[in-house]
């Protein structure tokens, strides 16, 4: 089993930068690919980007250029820092981990088998 705790949500202006964090805990593979999503109001959940240490980063195009996704294996935490924010990427984040068996990239919320309790990111005009 794996834990997600995701954290650094919060109001920001337009323009603004934030940094979200997510900490995992519990039995997983440091190999395992890991990913944020997004879900706007009233919207489908969105890709917005995965890490793997076999085949990289991948971004969603609406994102690329702004958000840039990291880990620190030791801290076993999982980072995506969000500059120049929209009021269009205003969502509830969610972390998501591949788990034991899946160590490629994806940017499809199929292939991930645990998931946080998501923080809420603002972004005002």
């Known amino acids: 089993q794996l834990q997600l705790v995701e954290s650094g949500g919060g109001l920001v202006q337009a323009g603004g930068s934030l940094r979200l964090s997510c900490a995992a805990s519990g039995r997983a593979s440091s190999r395992s690919a890991m990913g944020w999503f997004r879900q706007a109001p009233g919207k489908d959940s969105e890709f917005v980007a995965t890490i793997s240490s076999i085949d990289g980063t991948r971004y969603a195009e609406s994102v690329k250029g702004r958000f840039t996704i990291s880990r620190d294996g030791a801290k076993n935490t999982l980072y995506l820092q969000m500059n120049s924010l929209k009021p269009e990427d205003t969502a509830v984040y969610y972390c998501?981990?591949?788990?034991?068996?899946?160590?490629?990239?994806?940017?499809?919320?199929?292939?991930?088998?645990?998931w946080g309790q998501g923080t809420q990111v603002t972004v005002s005009s």
């Open positions: 998501a981990a591949r788990g034991s068996v899946g160590f490629y990239a994806s940017d499809s919320r199929n292939d991930y088998a645990y």
